[in-house]
């Protein structure tokens, strides 16, 4: 017979394994139910993806063209080899492999380390870029773990450093895009603002995989063809570029810029020091870009647009037509230079300690007399003087809606110098913006701009897009007889005896007209004047004076301007001498 205490105990085991096991029944039950009923479609796609692996093929990249339709930038077809470290149980024993198989240098092999460390296992770490086809023959025999070959596309720069900041450059977007673990877009310049329009549409290819992800077919169903993407035509002038590219590598650093007339057209736009884009796909790639980033004269900066400088004596231009157009001054009016001016308590020195003599309006122009310009600014005023530089186009954007960065510049009057001085205008500043200097900022387009302006009396719109429609552009209303007495001063310029005369050109009887400018950079002391400015070569490079250059070419019906920036080149020469180059090559 069952004891009682033990059947009572045996009774309430039972019905704790009961308990126990109908609420596990349950769960059970209720999990079964969620996932076949309520999170069907969900399990459905997990499984159809364990079943299918989509591979996204990138299209080819519409072109970069110059004026002519030559190609600057394009996609080269290439194969790589990537790895995808999560794939392999054995990342070290790929990696001999590969390396024995490619024959790689440590350095590259230095890298591969470095990415799969700082990466997401899942992500792609690229080994090899354009491998021979015997070489990709092989390793895909092998059949590594985790080892890919993908065929797609590089983009080749045809003019390397030529206008880098200007056509920009392609790369890896900052969050990964699914299944395309090459997709590039633009970073920056024409390659970004036109990324949509030349990035085109990528393709869809679907694999059947089986249960450990072997591919085992195709779904042929699903196939999408990539569309190419659409080509942009710039108006830039291959030789010009070059041309122009290769003059301001005289300096350390500078810009330029070259237009035109007729239709505004920008046939060429560089910065110096520039960089090589193709370099930066190289296995120094991520050194080459940290010395680019190191660099005090800004290798990356577009300085025809992002660059503001005082516009030294090429602003003289705007003095004078203003003078002439407010009837303050007659040109053949002279005044007498002895190498300063003297106005209230303080003297005003011109560049030629020596003094100029008596010179009229051409003659002022020709030497680049800082005494008169003083005396012809103070008797119009700075409201004159701003409303001609805004009329031939300084203080305006041009590129705005293609190229990122640009800077406006500053072109003062009273109330600016009130709102971003904290100050009153007074004459002295009159006076200094008379040469171009004080708190004038300007860039290198704009300068271009107004040579172009001047050069034809019209209001030159600059563009970098190609377009079929003939330019109209407005007149800029200015006496046809002012224009020629200032376009008389610029011819002498470069004549003897003219501030730029050793960049005299004469191509079948076409010759140049322009200005110098030189701007400073820094404030000369009362004290150092009187115990000795401070010759350039003994300062350092970042005080040295910036020289500039604006040119018109031909003299007779002008079609070309230019304007070239040397950053601290000192004086105006170099920029006088590689504007004379380019002319050259224009007028041939």
């Known amino acids: 017979m069952i004891d ?61 063209l110059s004026e002519n339709g030559s190609v600057i930038s394009r996609d080269a077809p290439i194969y790589r080899i990537y790895i995808i470290p999560e794939e392999t149980d054995d990342i070290k024993g790929v990696i001999n492999i590969v390396e024995k198989e490619l024959n790689l240098r440590k350095k590259t092999i230095d890298r591969i380390w470095k990415n799969i460390k700082k990466q997401a296992r899942f992500q792609p770490v690229l080994i090899s870029e354009n491998s021979n086809w015997n070489t990709l023959a092989k390793l895909s025999a092998k059949n590594i773990p985790g080892i890919h070959i993908d065929s797609g596309f590089s983009r080749i720069y045809e003019m390397g450093p030529a206008g880098a900041q200007v056509f920009g450059y392609v790369g890896a977007p900052q969050k990964p895009v699914a299944n395309t673990p090459f997709f590039s877009t633009g970073i920056n310049g024409l390659e970004k603002r036109f990324n949509t329009e030349m990035a085109g549409k990528s393709g869809k290819t679907v694999f059947i995989t089986n249960a450990v992800g072997r591919v085992t077919g195709e779904d042929k169903t699903q196939f999408i063809s990539p569309k190419v993407g659409n080509d942009i035509k710039t108006t830039i002038r291959e030789n010009i570029q070059k041309t122009l590219y290769d003059s301001l590598t005289m300096n350390r650093a500078g810009c330029g ?181 004080g708190f004038i900022l300007t860039n290198c387009l704009q300068l271009a701009v107004m040579m172009a302006r001047v050069a034809s009396n019209k209001e030159v719109y600059p563009h970098l897009i190609y377009t079929d429609n003939p330019a109209e552009f407005k007149e800029l209303g200015l006496q046809e007889k002012n224009i020629k007495h200032v376009l008389t001063g610029l011819e002498q310029v470069t004549q003897k005896g003219g501030t730029a005369s050793g960049s005299a050109i004469n191509v079948d009887g076409k010759k140049m007209g322009g200005k110098t400018g030189t701007s400073q950079v820094r404030n000369i002391s009362k004290k150092e004047r009187e115990k000795g400015v401070l010759t350039n070569e003994q300062l350092k490079w970042n005080l040295r004076n910036h020289g500039l250059f604006v040119g018109y070419a031909p003299t007779t019906n002008p079609k070309y301007a230019v304007c070239v920036i040397m950053e601290h080149a000192g004086g105006s020469s170099q920029a006088a001498r590689a504007t004379a180059k380019i002319m050259k090559e224009l007028l041939k």
């Open 4 to 64: 009682t205490e033990v059947a009572r105990t045996f009774d309430r085991r039972s019905a704790l394994f009961l308990t126990g096991g109908a609420v596990l029944t349950s769960v059970l039950v209720l999990r079964m139910l969620q996932m076949q009923v309520f999170e069907y479609k969900n399990y459905l796609k997990k499984s159809e993806n364990n079943s299918f692996r989509i591979q996204v093929t990138m299209p080819k990249r519409g072109n970069i």
């Open 257 to 437: 810029v070259v237009l035109d007339i007729e239709s505004g057209s920008i046939l060429a736009m560089a910065s110096t020091p520039s960089f090589d884009p193709n370099n930066f796909k190289t296995d120094d790639g991520e050194e080459y870009i940290a010395s680019l980033l190191n660099d005090v004269a800004k290798p990356f900066m577009n300085k025809t647009i992002e660059g503001l400088y005082p516009p030294g004596s090429t602003f003289k231009i705007v003095v004078a037509l203003a003078a002439l157009e407010s009837g303050a001054i007659n040109p053949k009016e002279k005044i007498f230079c002895p190498g300063y001016w003297e106005y209230g308590n303080h003297k005003y020195h011109c560049w030629e300690k020596k003094g100029h003599g008596s010179v009229d309006l051409y003659g002022a122009l020709k030497h680049s007399c800082d005494t008169y310009f003083y005396q012809i600014a103070l008797r119009i005023g700075i409201d004159a003087i701003k409303n001609m530089a805004l009329k031939l186009g300084l203080n305006q954007k041009y590129m705005d809606d293609i190229l990122a960065h640009e800077m406006p510049g500053i072109i003062p009057d009273r109330r600016w110098k009130e709102k971003n001085v904290g100050s009153s205008w007074v004459h002295g500043d009159t006076i200094i913006s008379g040469i171009g200097q």
